[in-house]
């Protein structure tokens, strides 16, 4: 039988397709439509994606589904019986999800023994999951049998164990007891020779973003809760189809990064109308060290830039359609899309609302200005059907699997709850809060304080696995000129694409500068697009006044820097010395 409980989601849907289906059919039209991209810009989007993908895809995380035990209480245990009692010195393990600890209890020969706890310390938010972790064995005593157990009240999920003698030979001879599963696939890996690279660990919020996907695929409450779910919900398909896995939260957020490479191109060439400054501008995003290292980690970011960047997409097309007196139906078919986007985006993140800035001053505009044919009442009920219940009836749907796991009976009412939470934690949650990698606004496009968010060598090793998240600086500097001299053109020459250019990459910027809590520099990733759409601008203005060589030649340059710069963005392990002694210079 149908749960009451479901009604308002029902209501919410059919509304929202009503809506949909009432302007799809009023903005239809039969002029042939214009025609952005032919055969050729298709395959050199094909080829730069497929490149590009191919790169991005090296090295992005293990694809290993471990096996797991799974203590959900206090005392929960089993035991291993050594059957040759002998010095050990290290036990590796390595946890998956769970807010709780295990700990050790070894036994010698003697009848000595002790208890050593794991890392994972939810309490400090200092978490082990998805990290290899190791238990040094201080004792020289013959072990008989090692006791793993639950030590705290929450669950622990352990996914492998690996146990080594004192000569550093792992040991296979050994008897599970006290244990009602069969836990061969628990020990049945060596640790990995690198498993201080990127690839087989969590970071960054990857573990609380993939730690929701796990409780979204076992209907359990989702515990990353600060942001719209949307992007989580892409995350946690990848962890359906690829496992929980790095490789599996990681895939979406990089095919997104890889798609945004085929939408920069459009968007170029619509802007344009250049297919030369269209792959101009595709290369720069490809060659962007943000780019490149951000899109590889299970991001919310990464989405949120995708739909932004075409949501501005459609709102140019739009403006381009009123300014040049297109039928009405076009432009607003044109805001329809941009409408759904931008419900795309903010059920995202918080962030893609700074769109707003200029969504509303360019449709009031267009509307007000240019809108000849529409009467006054059908242009404001048109553009806040399209601008506003739309988007929001979108990010309010995107909220019906947290909903599902959740006790409210009302849908409006715990979307309203979590809203007020949300806000709530984004305005007051981290005032006072310090961090080490904290930047300031400004400082971003000059790349001043880059954020470290992976480092990993073992000791006496002479390779490294490292991540910055930074930008290529002459894209970034350059991006910053270009936004200065856009706005200039814009405001002094009447220029209405520099002014487009303008008003979009700093509505996604400055709106920083009213945070008052902790900032990263990664939180600049979504202007990045726009941005370089604006620097590719400023490109095509210097190279139509003679300077040809001086655009190839920093071309050059922003792709030697990525090439020079790929072992401290990548992950990849390489020589140690380079990265920190040639790469970091933070």
């Not at 050990?88 to 050593?116: F, P, Q």
């Not at 989702?222 to 946690?236: D, E, K, M, S």
């Not at 902790?518 to 300077?547: D, E, K, M, Q, R």
Request: proline share 4%.
């Amino acid at each position: 039988m149908w749960s009451t409980k479901y009604d308002q989601v029902v209501y919410c849907a059919a509304l929202l397709c009503g809506i949909l289906i009432f302007f799809w059919w009023r903005t239809r039209n039969k002029a042939k439509a214009q025609i952005i991209l032919d055969l050729p810009d298709k395959l050199i989007i094909l080829g730069l994606m497929l490149v590009y993908g191919a790169l991005s895809f090296v090295n992005l995380g293990e694809l290993k589904n471990y096996s797991s035990w799974n203590g959900n209480k206090l005392g929960d245990h089993f035991v291993l019986k050594l059957t040759k009692p002998e010095p050990l010195s290290k036990i590796y393990y390595y946890l998956g999800y769970g807010t709780g600890n295990m700990a050790v209890e070894y036994t010698t020969e003697s009848g000595w023994s002790d208890r050593e706890r794991f890392a994972n310390d939810n309490e400090n938010f200092n978490y082990a999951a998805y990290h290899w972790e190791a238990i040094n064995i201080v004792t020289k005593d013959k072990i008989t049998a090692l006791e793993f157990m639950v030590d705290s009240n929450d669950p622990i999920e352990l996914k492998q164990l690996a146990i080594y003698n004192s000569a550093g030979k792992r040991i296979t001879d050994f008897q599970v007891v006290d244990s009602d599963k069969n836990l061969t696939e628990l020990f049945s890996m060596p640790v990995p020779e690198h498993k201080e690279n990127m690839a087989s660990n969590a970071f960054l919020d990857e573990y609380f973003y993939g730690l929701t996907a796990y409780q979204y695929l076992h209907d359990i409450q989702p515990y990353a809760w600060a942001h719209p779910q949307l992007a989580l919900l892409f995350i946690t398909l990848g962890v359906l189809l690829f496992g929980a896995s790095p490789f599996g939260w990681r895939f979406f957020p990089n095919l997104t990064g890889i798609l945004l490479i085929g939408v920069i191109y459009l968007f170029a060439k619509r802007l344009f109308g250049s297919r030369r400054w269209a792959i101009v501008a595709s290369l720069l995003l490809i060659f962007d060290f943000m780019h490149f290292s951000f899109t590889r980690t299970a991001s919310l970011d990464a989405f949120t830039a995708l739909f932004v960047t075409l949501e501005y997409y459609f709102l140019y097309d739009y403006f381009c359609k009123r300014n040049n007196s297109h039928a009405s139906s076009q432009a607003w078919r044109s805001l329809l899309w941009c409408g759904l986007l931008f419900g795309l985006a903010i059920s995202t993140k918080w962030v893609a609302l700074y769109s707003i800035l200029t969504l509303a001053p360019i449709v009031i505009y267009g509307e007000l200005i240019l809108n000849k044919s529409d009467g006054l009442f059908k242009k404001m009920c048109w553009s806040l059907s399209l601008l506003v219940l739309v988007p929001l009836l979108i990010y309010g749907i995107v909220y019906l699997p947290f909903y599902r796991l959740a006790q409210d009976q009302s849908f409006i009412g715990f979307i309203l709850r979590y809203q007020q939470e949300m806000f709530s934690f984004h305005t007051t949650g981290k005032i006072g809060a310090t961090h080490p990698f904290n930047s300031p606004w400004w400082s971003w496009p000059l790349n001043l304080k880059p954020d470290e968010v992976w480092f990993g060598s073992a000791a006496n090793s002479s390779t490294a696995s490292a991540i910055s998240l930074m930008g290529n600086p002459l894209i970034w500097f350059g991006g910053l000129v270009a936004i200065l001299f856009a706005t200039w053109q814009g405001v002094m020459q009447k220029k209405s694409l520099a002014l487009f250019l303008s008003l979009s990459g700093l509505s996604l910027y400055l709106p920083w500068i009213l945070m008052g809590h902790y900032t990263f520099i990664y939180y600049f990733y979504i202007a990045i697009p726009i941005w370089i759409l604006t620097l590719t601008y400023l490109l095509s203005i210097v190279y139509s006044n003679g300077g040809k060589f001086g655009v190839y030649f920093y071309l050059l340059i922003v792709a030697a820097l990525f090439v020079i710069y790929y072992p401290d963005i990548s992950g990849i392990e390489f020589a140690r010395n380079y990265v920190l002694n040639h790469l970091r210079f933070y």
